[in-house]
């Protein structure tokens, strides 16, 4: 166990469902991380928090709505997804600054259907 | 921003020969890049990291050099054993860049029987 849990573990939704991944730390880091893992991009970064403020969006569509309510709690709220979002979603944290080692979670399984 | 280019994309050695993997970076303010290992159904971890005030690390049969002047860095595995078998990423990454951290494409290592 890293100490960086993720929910749902799989996920099949419908392109008009709305749902939400959570991810969980309790490694007392200051920023969290949400990659997307597709066969086409390995490790693409979406988000960034740092310290709980949003420093990096990597122009990722809006379907996408990451939330931060602390340095523990990361969700990414989903909506009007397309087939092609399906992939495999990894949580990340890490001390501040991005120049650490980075503790991923297992992954949520996504399929939009 | 950074480029992190990564290659090869697949290779396969002999088990006990060595394998070794390239990356390249874009942004000369990068200080420090770091090693994760991804197996089949499991999350990446980190397996070894470099700063730029460092050359060369070893860790058992692991070891990464750094060369600053031409933005490269490398990964080398020694003795290769059936459990080295992973996608390999490579990353780059600086404080003056907001926790931001660029990964390559990665590398999946088969090591041969």
């Known amino acids: 166990e890293t100490g960086v849990t993720q929910t749902p573990r799989h996920l099949v939704m419908g392109m008009t469902n709305k749902k939400s991944l959570k991810c969980e730390q309790h490694?007392?880091?200051?920023?969290m991380y949400w990659y997307k893992q597709s066969a086409k991009k390995p490790l693409e970064l979406m988000f960034v928090?740092?310290?709980?403020?949003?420093?990096e969006n990597n122009s990722v569509p809006s379907r996408f709505s990451p939330e931060c309510p602390n340095s523990s709690h990361l969700f990414l709220h989903l909506h009007t997804l397309q087939p092609e979002d399906s992939a495999l979603y990894l949580c990340?944290?890490?001390?501040?600054?991005?120049?650490?080692?980075?503790?991923f979670g297992p992954g949520t399984r996504l399929t939009v259907l | 921003g950074e480029n992190v280019e990564q290659h090869p994309s697949t290779l396969s050695v002999q088990e006990g020969d060595s394998a070794v993997i390239k990356c390249t970076y874009s942004?000369?303010?990068?200080?420090?890049f770091p090693w994760y290992k991804q197996e089949l159904g499991k999350r990446p971890q980190l397996i070894i990291d470099?700063?730029?005030?460092?050359g060369e690390k070893k860790d058992q049969r692991i070891a990464v050099t750094l060369n600053k002047t031409a933005k490269h860095f490398s990964l080398h595995i020694t003795e290769t054993q059936p459990e080295d078998s992973a996608v390999y990423f490579c990353?780059?990454?600086?404080?003056?860049?907001?926790?931001?951290?660029?990964f390559g494409k990665g590398t999946r290592l088969h090591i041969l029987p």
């Open positions: 470099i700063r730029s005030n460092v």
């Open positions: 928090y740092s310290l709980e403020e949003r420093v």
């Open positions: 990353a780059a990454s600086s404080m003056n860049r907001d926790d931001k951290i660029i």
């Open positions: 990340a944290s890490g001390a501040q600054g991005g120049v650490s080692e980075q503790f």
């Open positions: 942004d000369s303010a990068s200080n420090y």
């Open positions: 490694l007392g880091h200051n920023a």
